[in-house]
């Protein structure tokens, strides 16, 4: 990540920013500037076409795509690597500016319609980490951590988390403990749903993944 040339052709400074973002995980930003209505619209173009092929990767059949919650994230998850980027900007202008929600309802198809962005949520994590240990905004990002499970696995210190919001959903329940094994997040694991589903996924195979098949024991899972 790494900041962006001076805003020109500004309409389009997050759409290059998603583009990247969902081909490559490689993003530059732009100095914070306000919304112009063109680029959100793309915003929403960008995010329903990525969608659609995206879907067909996952297990089983995901929850409907949900436009609002999708574009919420990518805005807030720009808006944040803007700030990880230029460190002049005020603690105020963090909690303002991110501290919202997409919706009051945060069933499976919000959670995933917010994953597809905030998927990248660790990376982000990691390099606001790497450049200040005390950064204001690193306590945001690990409530959004807390308040998105899905998309948070892996990130360190976002306290107790639970499925609750997408536990009846199995493609989404299949994805994340997927992504518990694939990271050994082993606190995930507190989650007995969770924890059912990292059984499901794992099986026999503990060989696998031994430090969660270790961590299961040690809980007196048994396996299956």
């Not at 998603?18 to 173009?45: C, F, K, M, T, Y």
């Not at 900007?89 to 991110?98: C, G, K, N, T």
Request: with cysteine; aromatic share 8%; charged share 25%.
């Amino acid at each position: 990540m790494a900041g962006g040339q001076e805003r020109q052709a500004a309409t389009m400074a997050i759409c290059e920013f998603l583009v990247a973002l969902i081909n490559h995980g490689r993003v530059e930003v732009g100095s914070p500037a306000h919304w112009q209505d063109a680029e959100l619209q793309a915003v929403d173009q960008i995010l329903a076409d990525f969608e659609q092929n995206y879907r067909l990767e996952l297990p089983g059949e995901p929850p409907p795509y949900v436009a609002s919650a999708g574009k919420w994230a990518a805005m807030k998850f720009y808006r944040a690597c803007q700030f990880a980027v230029y460190r002049d900007i005020p603690v105020s202008a963090i909690h303002e500016e991110l501290t919202d929600a997409p919706t009051d309802k945060r069933g499976p198809e919000v959670h995933y319609s917010v994953d597809l962005v905030f998927r990248f949520l660790p990376d982000l994590e990691k390099f606001a980490r790497s450049a200040a240990e005390r950064d204001p905004l690193l306590d945001r990002l690990r409530k959004w951590g807390q308040r998105w499970p899905l998309s948070s696995v892996g990130l360190a210190d976002v306290g107790d988390v639970s499925s609750e919001g997408f536990r009846e959903d199995a493609s989404l329940m299949s994805l994340y403990a997927d992504r518990i094994l694939a990271t050994n997040d082993l606190a995930r694991l507190a989650d007995p749903s969770a924890r059912a589903a990292v059984m499901c996924a794992l099986g026999r195979h503990t060989d696998l993944a031994p430090r969660v098949a270790k961590a299961l024991v040690d809980m007196n899972v048994p396996s299956k």
